[in-house]
């Protein structure tokens, strides 16, 4: 997933940017010459390029989050923890979302298997939540 994640940013970026890998599943993208218009232009179309990505189980989602230079003064590393910032409240929305899509995946794999098996696993949701509550 880190590869595919990688080749897909890649293929998005002009020649003159940077990609590096941050940590783990993060990324950084140094855009010279750049506004927070076009940051944000580009983080769309990695959104839009990661709609169509899915491994079969596990569906593979991004966060995104950018910041531009704002003064001569900043450093690069005040405009990265604003965009790190802005990627953790991003994360924190789409959170819920990426938990909904595997769970659909995973009854979407069960119902393949056999009718019985999703029926069984919808039945086993229900008590669980009853069990919740």
């Known amino acids: 997933m880190i590869i595919e ?4 940013l890649e293929s998005a970026i002009r020649s003159e940017d940077t990609l590096a890998r941050l940590s783990g599943d993060s990324f ?3 855009l010279p010459d750049s506004n927070q218009f076009e940051a944000e ?3 769309n179309k990695i959104a839009k390029a990661f709609t169509g990505v899915e491994d079969n189980l596990i ?3 991004i966060s995104l989050g950018q910041s531009s230079k ?3 003064n900043e450093s690069f590393f005040q405009v990265l923890n604003r965009a790190i910032n802005n990627l953790h409240k991003n994360k924190l929305l789409q959170k819920k979302s990426d938990k909904n899509k595997v769970l659909k995946n995973t009854l979407t794999i069960l119902n393949t298997k056999s009718q019985e098996t999703g029926e069984h696993a919808m039945r086993l949701t229900v008590l669980a939540h009853r069990l919740g509550k």
């Not at 994640?5 to 897909?8: D, E, H, L, S, W």
Request: aromatic fraction near 6%; charge should be neutral; avoid cysteine.
């Open 41 to 43: 232009h580009l983080s």
């Open 28 to 30: 950084v993208i140094y």
């Open 5 to 8: 994640t990688a080749n897909i």
């Open 59 to 61: 569906p593979t989602t």
């Open 70 to 72: 704002r003064s001569e």
